[in-house]
């Protein structure tokens, strides 16, 4: 089950991927990792989807990450006479708290804390961006609006507020149920929804501690603001595309995600990119050549993983779209450009020991044309800062952990086994020689590169290195 690419594929599971024989069709195409969406779903679909997933990472012997993703606030204006309206650009339309059905002058907004911040001159986004309105004057439980592009509203459509942090939790009811159940079932990864500053990164750290990891989606202009802070807070980081496409204008948001992969690669951070990645393919055998482009470039940009999202989940055609996604991407990383922007000029080191071990093992497994850097980390972390370094070769990271196993199927470049606990330097070296070999990495004649941390057990202690002739 060895990859030929260095990004990971997420597949999101939903009604169109049920069943074992159908999520172990996606893992053989290529899925690395598989999304369970608290947003849809009961509990005990999501359990059953999970229990596929451990038989399945069992049958195939390869660790495999589970990630939840968290619902988060939902913004939604109340229902209508009729269940809709029309509103005219130039109009006047009133946002209130009075519980009557709305009209085309007025609807409730059951949500206090969006007047709470509103001033003259804010931006409204209704329906996912496709109506606009600007508040002319506002109170503590209403806000008169000027439409500015309108169109038709129909119940409980979503609402989002560019200009402002909105005081509220960034964890609902739902969330803080959902996360219990995730955790206590065994997730690798929390994605957090609708993260605006970086105390709400630290509010689910508290409800989470060690039992997974967390990736803070970036979807809200604030959170761009303090883009730096919610990196370093953070396990990983998923440019959410779609509601950041929304509440800020398209043509700023490819610059975003080349901003955002670049400070996560000097952080050393996974970085997803994600949403309408394939998105024709819901409905459709084949992507259109601009998605094709757009998963490519997120490979050239240097992301750890793309995402399938209603492609997989509810689609029509999930299997072919992990299938083009793979190969897309096997694509674009043989392609030169590509290997130039994966070489010294996404390198960001500091003056350690540790990064300069890394940095040292990178050079060498190039110049000496190894066939693999094996990597032996209880943590991660020596794994990890490899895979910041971007090698040109393929990196084998070993671990004692299974957790580290899982949650490292996410990172870029790494193949992750899982092996019994060594005891000394000289027993990683052979672990790695015969793992590199089991796992056809390696053939008699050929070299590889191995590092690790002494002693081990300690995170960020990367300090040894050997070169290793095959036999």
């Known amino acids: 089950m060895r990859r030929t690419r260095n990004a990971k594929i997420i597949a999101t599971l939903g009604p169109a991927v049920n069943t074992m024989p159908r999520i172990a069709e996606l893992f053989m195409a290529g899925a690395d990792v598989f999304r369970l969406n608290f947003s849809h779903g ?14 399945l990472e069992k049958d195939s012997g390869r660790p495999i990450a589970v990630l939840m993703d968290l619902q988060g606030p939902k913004l939604r204006v109340a229902d209508f006479h009729g269940g809709e309206t029309k509103l005219t650009p130039g109009n006047l339309f009133r946002l209130d708290s009075v519980e009557t059905p709305g009209n085309s002058r007025r609807v409730r907004l059951p949500h206090p804390e969006i007047f709470e911040c509103l001033e003259p001159g804010a931006n409204l986004l209704l329906d996912d961006g496709k109506l606009r309105l600007r508040v002319e004057r506002c109170g503590k439980d209403y806000a008169e609006t000027m439409v500015i592009n309108g169109g038709v509203l129909s119940d409980r459509k979503g609402v989002n507020v560019p200009d402002a942090v909105l005081p509220l939790s960034v964890l609902t009811e739902k969330d803080r149920c959902d996360l219990e159940f995730g955790l206590k079932m065994g997730v690798d990864w929390v994605a957090l929804s609708f993260v605006q500053k ?35 807070l953070s396990d990983a980081i998923m440019v959410a595309r779609g509601d950041l496409g929304v509440e800020l204008p398209p043509e700023d948001v490819p610059g975003l995600q080349k901003r955002i992969i670049r400070t996560c690669l000097r952080k050393g951070k996974p970085v997803v990119v994600a949403t309408q990645m394939l998105d024709s393919m819901v409905h459709a055998p084949t992507p259109t050549r601009a998605e094709a482009s757009d998963v490519a470039t997120a490979v050239f940009d ?6 399938l999202s209603a492609e997989t989940a509810s689609g029509d055609y999930p299997l072919e779209s992990v299938s083009l996604m793979d190969r897309i991407i096997r694509k674009a990383e043989n392609n030169e450009f590509s290997k130039k922007l994966t070489g010294e000029d996404l390198s960001f080191r500091k003056a350690t020991t540790a990064d300069a071990i890394t940095a040292a093992a990178s050079q060498a497994a190039e110049t000496i044309s190894a066939s693999a850097i094996v990597t032996f980390s209880t943590s991660g972390s020596t794994t990890s800062r490899m895979a910041k370094e971007r090698p040109s070769v393929p990196i084998l990271g070993l671990t004692p952990n299974e957790d580290t196993a899982r949650y490292m199927s996410l990172v870029w470049g790494v193949h992750s086994v899982e092996i019994h606990d060594v005891k000394s330097f000289s027993d990683v070296v052979a672990t790695a020689e015969r793992v590199a070999n089991e796992e056809e990495f390696t053939k008699s004649g050929d070299r590889i590169i191995v590092t690790a941390g002494v002693p081990f057990g300690v995170p960020g202690t990367t300090n040894a290195l050997r070169i290793l002739d095959i036999e």
């Open 42 to 55: 009961t509990h005990d679909e999501h359990f059953q989807r999970y229990q596929m997933i451990r038989k």
């Open 198 to 232: 970086p105390s709400d990164v630290l509010e689910l750290r508290e409800l989470v501690g060690d039992q997974a990891k967390i990736m803070a989606k970036l979807e809200k202009p604030s959170a761009i603001r303090q883009l730096d802070r919610i990196v370093h």
């Open 302 to 307: 240097g992301a750890d993983a793309v995402m």
